[in-house]
């Protein structure tokens, strides 16, 4: 086996080592049903989805905070649907269930311990006391050694602030042992690019890249990161050391 390559990893949450479409079904699921309405999920649930990913692009680009998206995709779905319940206490609400929400995907936790000579971080643009909660309600805060959330560092991926938080944080100098996992092109792979540091496209769904964001490696299982990290992988591989 060839030398260690990467002994830092970055790791995102949602839809990399978490199931959040399953999260986030549950948890609006039982927050329509907290209001009243019976059937809020299957008459808005594709609604939801619509606005919540103009408005997390808008994230990305700094046209809007954080908690003004939270309110805000609730604001717009119920004016869309003419209902008159309260988007900020509904989505009070969202967010607790979301936070009791714990589904992780396939093989994370074995390579979490399968990496646990490195030192691993967890970098999210999500709700602090969401992701919080979530990892405490999963076994995976354990295997990490910091957790940077974009509220405490005041930027959000892709801004390069947030890596530079991040790495202030933890200590870490050299860019090029340094890695982040995630499933987000333009978000997490973009982030990374940014920054100057190697990436790790998670892709299980075998989604046709059409943006001009190009990871440094793209795989389909989590269990391939471990070969990435020890220096034998070359299947996938998009770009080169």
């Known amino acids: 086996m060839k030398e260690q390559i990467y002994t830092t990893i970055i790791f995102d949450i949602d839809d990399t080592l978490m199931d959040f479409a399953l999260s986030e079904q549950a948890a609006l699921h039982n927050t329509f049903m907290e209001f009243d309405l019976p059937n809020g999920f299957m008459d808005m649930h594709a609604s939801y989805r619509a606005i919540s990913k103009v408005l997390w692009q808008d994230l990305e680009q700094g046209n809007i905070a954080l908690r003004e998206l939270g309110i805000e995709r609730f604001r717009r779905l119920f004016l869309e649907h003419r209902s008159d319940k309260d988007p900020i206490a509904f989505s009070s609400a969202y967010l607790s269930y979301l936070g009791k929400e714990a589904h ?138």
Not at 136 to 161: R, T
Not at 168 to 175: D, N, R, T, W
Not at 200 to 224: G, H, Q
Request: contains cysteine.
């Open 104 to 241: 992780l995907m396939a093989g994370a936790l074995e390579v979490l311990e399968q990496l646990s000579h490195c030192r691993l971080v967890i970098m999210t643009n999500g709700f602090g006391e969401v992701q919080t909660s979530r990892l405490k309600n999963s076994d995976l805060g354990q295997h990490f050694d910091h957790i940077v959330i974009s509220e405490e560092a005041g930027y959000q991926k892709p801004d390069p602030g947030i890596f530079e938080f991040a790495f202030s944080k933890i200590g870490v100098e050299a860019k090029e042992n340094a890695i982040i996992v995630g499933d987000s092109l333009t978000s997490d792979i973009q982030g990374g690019i940014n920054y100057g540091i190697d990436t790790i496209w998670f892709n299980p769904s075998a989604k046709k890249n059409d943006s001009p964001v190009e990871p440094t490696f793209e795989i389909r299982d989590l269990l391939e990161i471990i070969d990435i990290v020890n220096g034998s992988f070359t299947q996938g591989k998009v770009g080169s050391k």
